[in-house]
């Protein structure tokens, strides 16, 4: 029996719990958001990513009721959120300095928002012992935030930000703060803990790899316009720009000239050179600008030409990149561009096969890159 996949954005049928629709913002000439239609799902961890002033953090303050849009309209639950004050969304935010207050305990930091809202004092201390078992946080009840670490303290922003049982929790950098191997940790538990409230998370981030391992989709943001949405293996392997291609991880990128024949693009690249055999996802036509991206990942390093490959180009090894689990070779090609090859390290003493200067050929089949028109 197959797994139910999370996918409400493949069923015409579910309705969005959030729809940015043509939503433009402006801050007198600047536009932040132009023209923005954009359908977020319940239960959905959403990432919004992209480089500094793209507008990632423009949408989550329209969302949180920080900022309302210069024209188009934002519903939540299909009610349009521009009359309702901040205060009385069902929209939490999650700030990346944590706002905690120093003089409170963690206890009373999580209680702070129910005390508010006049809940009963019962319902009150289930709700804080829930959330603080939640945040694996019940032994540091007592102590300040200035007594516990970090990630602690990020953990108890998330805690309070959750006390309220909001539709929508914003996420604004949440981990910016952390060290990486704390942050690794840290997604996991952001993951968990949105699975386990069922809570729809919007996440800022301009960092790549968190948007991939946090997100169920990923929308890619380049000044106030969302390039491409979808889900991270998908922005990953078929970009359907040279943007998205190199804004998420590592790619090279080739400009040449298409030459369809039968279901095979062949490319013009550089004087002298073979032609790069690709496989489109769409038409293109004879002698039209083609950009081809290929991940290091794909490529192959050998000392021989390989028998048979469909793409095998002649270059030098201009630099070594050892990372420890991988080695990047870039390979200067004979027309001056250089091409990224990645290999695994799965031995612990491996010898390094090729050294700067070496001549090599880098190899790669016919589906490996992506043919992008833009």
Known sequence: MALDV????????????????????RFGDFTAIDDLTVDIFESEFFALLGPSGCGKTTMMRMLAGFETPTEGT?????????????????????????????HLTIWDNIAFGLKRDRMPKGEIEARVDEMLRLTRMEQFAKRKPHQVSGGQRQRVALARSLAKAPKLLLLDEPLGALDKKLRQETQFELMDIQEKTGTTFVIVTHDQEEAMTVA??????????????????????????????????DVNLIQGKADPKGDKIYIAWAEGQPEIVGTPMSDFSHGQDVHFAIRPEKVSISADKPEGAANAIKGKVLDIAYLGNISTYHVELPGGQVIKAQTANNRRISRRSFTWEDDVWLSFTDTAGVLLER
């Not at 999370?6 to 913002?25: C, E, G, H, R, S």
């Not at 000044?223 to 291609?245: F, R, W």
Request: proline share 11%; aromatic share 10%; glycine share 4%.
């Open 6 to 25: 999370f996918a409400p954005w493949d069923n015409p049928d579910a309705k969005p719990l959030i729809q940015f629709k043509n939503v433009t913002k």
């Open 216 to 249: 169920s989709r990923v929308a890619v943001m380049d000044h106030g316009k969302i390039v491409q949405v979808s889900t991270p293996d998908a922005i990953y392997e078929t970009p359907n720009s040279t943007y998205v291609a190199d804004f998420i991880g």
């Open 74 to 102: 934002i519903r939540l639950a299909g009610e349009d959120i521009a009359p309702i004050p901040p205060n009385k969304r069902a929209v939490n935010m999650m700030f990346q300095s944590y706002a905690l207050f120093p």
